[in-house]
């Protein structure tokens, strides 16, 4: 299969037709996504007119831009105008966003060719795309197993050669854990490097848009392309997205790696671990040095995160209201039609998020709940900072194990929020984190190797990432 940085090279020189790369790509979406279901939504008819478009363009002496002719897939929580936007809920059914996510305009800006809408769990709250209204995604290497989640779709389009890449949203890990599922990479950037702009919010404060691909390169680039300042979004950092690309050759001599203590032992399974010291030893190869570290406030990350993003959940999703978006239930008074919409509109997680998030912001358990949390967040970011002052990156599982199979988990939500231990508490740091497919488990199954790195430390977390991908075996 081409990457993307292929495409738009071919695309942009000219030796490679856009129309002919995005009809092999649709060939094998005709071939497998009714088994795969990795789509909300298709827009094949757009995204042909586009690439017939890039190819005139491209003939004329045009230069479309880095992304020339990339089909991109995106998660179905991106507003496109005039293109449903579901966030595979049924509250959203027949809303159609007026405006388009600043990242997709981005991308479209660039040459890239959007190719439809992926499933997720319903509003990103979810391990698997179990919390779909639409059903799940099933993961391209055994479709008996989950994609994970919550940008289960994303995923499994680029695992099944559906696009080079896509785009997701990271709140707690939903980026990541898909990634490692899917066997593909993932990265969500630091907070306030990618513009959250018409990403529909789950948790605001820990909300980011990151990208799926092949290869470490081609991640680089769609960062390249959707990262910097935006205007439009008030936790926009200045200034634009780091160069990775020029840096992803340069290798991890000297650099200090610490493998976070805390993170591969229990609930993380062996053949897991096993990976992520198989890929310690060939950083260390590389000319790496590489060290235990105990992260210990990351031990509270789970419980902290379930008080802030509820939270912050029960406040975003009090918009859908049967008044302003998608679906109405008539009632009597005004209060009787909105319990009545949000009742119907709403799958049982999304329930469930809503009820702890406004519990722990009530009055009386604020302080108690979602006061404390957010010191436990102060916690662990300085329990990160002080592991970077002695380390350049770190490495940890992404997940706790492969892919699971379907219903493993769904009847007890304290098993489907474990997924996340490993991935969470740089959502609560606001630190980027990346899975890089790292080999198989005893199942046969991808695993994914987690490198996280401080506060706009992307260039030293490529750079490791890509070594990893070079001496995988
Ligand atoms: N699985 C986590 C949750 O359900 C993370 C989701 C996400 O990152 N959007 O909240």
């Keep these: 299969m081409r990457t993307a940085v292929d495409i738009a090279a071919g695309v942009r020189a000219g030796e490679l037709s856009a129309l002919e790369v995005l009809d092999e790509h649709l060939e094998r979406v005709v071939l497998r996504e009714a088994e795969i279901h990795a789509f909300n939504h298709l827009t094949e008819e757009a995204a042909r007119a586009a690439a017939t478009g890039l190819d005139r363009r491209v003939a004329a002496g045009e230069d479309p831009g880095p992304l020339a002719g990339v089909p991109v897939a995106l998660k179905d929580n991106l507003c496109t105008e005039g293109v449903p936007t579901t966030c595979s809920s049924r509250i959203l059914e027949g809303w159609i966003p007026p405006y388009t996510a600043t990242v997709v305009e981005r991308l479209v800006a660039a040459g890239a060719v959007p190719v439809g809408k992926t499933n997720l769990d319903e509003f990103a709250m979810g391990s698997s795309t179990e919390n779909s209204a639409f059903g799940p995604t099933r993961n391209p290497h055994d479709v008996t197993r989950v994609p994970g989640g919550s940008s289960g ?93 020029e840096h992803l050759d340069d290798g991890v001599s000297g650099l200090r790696v610490g493998i976070v203590t805390e993170m591969m032992g229990d609930g993380i399974a062996a053949d897991v671990t096993a990976r992520v010291r198989a890929a310690a030893d060939a950083l260390a190869a590389a000319g790496a040095t590489v060290e235990e570290v105990s992260v210990r406030a990351v031990t ?165 990432a890509a070594v990893l991908e070079g001496s995988v075996r």
């Excluded at 939903?174 to 990634?179: D, T």
């Excluded at 008030?234 to 200034?239: D, E, I, Q, R, V």
């Excluded at 939500?413 to 991935?423: F, G, I, R």
């Design 153 to 245: 779709g994303s995923a499994a389009a680029v695992a099944a050669g559906f696009a080079p890449v896509s785009l997701g949203s990271d709140t707690g890990g939903s980026i990541r854990q898909p990634a490692a599922l899917c066997g593909v990479v993932g990265v969500k950037p630091t907070y306030g490097t990618v513009s959250r702009l018409g990403l529909v919010a789950f948790g605001s404060s820990l909300d980011q848009i990151g990208p799926f691909s092949a290869t470490v390169a081609d991640a680089a680039l769609v960062l390249e392309v959707i990262g910097g300042h935006d205007p439009g979004d008030s936790t926009s950092l200045p200034g634009s997205f780091p160069s990775v690309s």
């Design 300 to 464: 509270y990350g789970l419980s902290a995160y379930y008080l802030v993003a509820p939270a912050e959940a029960s406040s975003n999703l009090a918009r859908y209201d049967g008044v302003r978006y998608g679906v109405r239930v008539e009632a009597a008074t005004a209060g009787e039609m909105m319990e009545a919409t949000r009742t119907a509109g709403f799958g049982d997680e999304v329930k469930r998020r809503i009820m702890l998030g406004t519990y722990a912001l009530s009055a009386g358990y604020y302080d108690a709940f979602y006061g404390k949390a957010l010191k436990v967040r102060t916690l662990i970011r300085r329990d990160f900072d002080a592991a970077y002052e002695r380390f350049d990156v770190l490495l940890s599982p992404t997940s706790p194990t492969t892919a699971f199979p379907f219903g493993d988990k769904t009847a007890d939500p304290m098993a489907m929020y474990l997924n996340d231990v490993c991935t969470i508490p740089t959502n609560l740091a606001g630190h980027p984190a990346m899975s890089v497919p790292f080999g198989v488990g005893d199942d046969g199954l991808p695993v994914g190797v987690q490198v996280l790195a401080p506060a706009l430390g992307e260039v030293v977390m490529f750079r490791t």
